[in-house]
């Protein structure tokens, strides 16, 4: 009888002992599981696309990006890329974008392969500034910001704080910390999170055109999470939703003619039709936002 009492006492406590030791493991390791794609593997040589370029951030950090050179009236893309994600994985945007003699600059992030440092929100933030001001000084016809997943949130405080001519968010979140706690309820989120990306906070900042995409069958990102960041921004804004695609298929031939038509309309300021009917199949999309959109 008091064996059976005293393992009843202990019980609660080992429960909690593992509780504490599992909120541990995910605050010391969330580094790692927020950045997979962080490490000191060098980008091959020569690169699959572009020339090789380097770009010193204000805290004194070096970053490798490949760049190709578009025509001097025609925007220029800048891409922020996903976290698990490498800047010579975009041969196939680079090629896209040229064949329109529209150039693209992909930077890899701090302590991502070929650039030093450490990954971590504000040094992304940092990052994804001084590729701007870089950028700035190469093309003279304006930039289009390009962030895709954890990149969106790059992408919206770069476009918040410098004059870029568009705005395109692929698989966007409303913030990390809205997306980390949805996949870990039991936890104390807010808490643990040292790197939130509340892009919900930021985005009221990008007064530019706006372009949104993403998979109905996103299970990385929700879609909903993007739909709740595209309520919030500010006009002008489009959205296409994409029925059929996930969180990494959506980067196929439709999304590529979306991202290129998207910025030759801000070159020649023509309006898109903000409402698109679906086209069935694999392809089938809709479409939300103002008819003034371009």
Same mark, same amino acid.
């Not at 070929?114 to 500034?129: K, W, Y």
């Not at 954890?150 to 476009?159: D, E, K, M, R, S």
């Not at 409402?275 to 089938?284: A, E, I, K, L, Y």
């Given at each position: 009888m008091v064996s059976?009492?005293?393992?009843?006492?202990?019980l609660p406590l080992m429960a909690v002992i593992a509780y504490m030791a599992i909120v541990a493991v995910v605050y010391f390791s969330q580094r790692s599981m927020l950045y997979p794609g962080a490490g000191a593997a060098a980008l091959?040589?020569?690169?699959?696309?572009?020339?090789? *370029?380097?770009?010193?951030?204000?805290d004194g950090e070096l970053l490798q990006a490949l760049y190709t050179?578009? /025509?001097?009236?025609? %925007?220029?893309?800048?891409?922020?890329?996903?976290?698990?994600?490498?800047?010579?994985?975009?041969a196939f945007l680079a090629q896209a974008l040229s064949a329109r003699r529209i150039g693209l600059l992909a930077i890899s992030y701090r302590g991502y392969p070929?650039?030093?440092?450490? %990954?971590?929100?504000?040094?992304?933030?940092?990052?994804?500034?001084a590729a701007f001001d870089w950028l700035s000084a190469q093309a003279k016809s304006g930039i289009v910001v390009l962030g895709r997943s954890?990149?969106?949130?790059?992408? *919206?405080?770069?476009?918040g704080q410098r004059p870029a001519a568009g705005v395109i968010l692929v698989s966007p979140y409303l913030s990390v910390l809205s997306v980390a706690q949805t996949r870990y309820p039991l936890l104390p989120v807010e808490l643990l999170l040292k790197d939130p990306f509340r892009s919900d906070l930021r985005i009221s900042k990008v007064k530019q055109p706006k372009l949104f995409l993403h998979g109905r069958l996103d299970d990385s990102i929700p879609l909903?999470?993007?739909?709740?960041?595209?309520?919030?921004? %500010?006009?002008?804004?489009?959205?296409?939703?994409? /029925?059929?695609?996930g969180h990494n298929d959506i980067l196929n031939d439709r999304m590529v003619g979306e991202v290129i038509g998207f910025v030759e309309a801000l070159k020649e300021n023509r309006?898109? /039709?903000a *409402?698109?009917?679906?086209?069935?199949? /694999?392809?089938?999309r809709s479409v939300t936002g103002s008819a003034s959109n371009p």
């Open positions: 059976a009492t005293r393992y009843l006492l202990i091959p040589e020569p690169a699959s696309w572009g020339e090789t *370029v380097h770009i010193r951030t204000p050179r578009g /025509d001097s009236d025609r %925007p220029c893309v800048l891409l922020f890329f996903g976290n698990g994600d490498r800047v010579d994985n975009y070929g650039s030093t440092g450490s %990954p971590g929100e504000q040094g992304l933030l940092t990052d994804g500034i954890l990149g969106t949130g790059v992408a *919206v405080n770069t476009a909903s999470s993007g739909e709740a960041l595209f309520r919030l921004a %500010p006009e002008p804004k489009r959205m296409v939703i994409y /029925d059929a695609a309006p898109r /039709d *409402v698109t009917d679906g086209t069935g199949g /694999d392809d089938q």
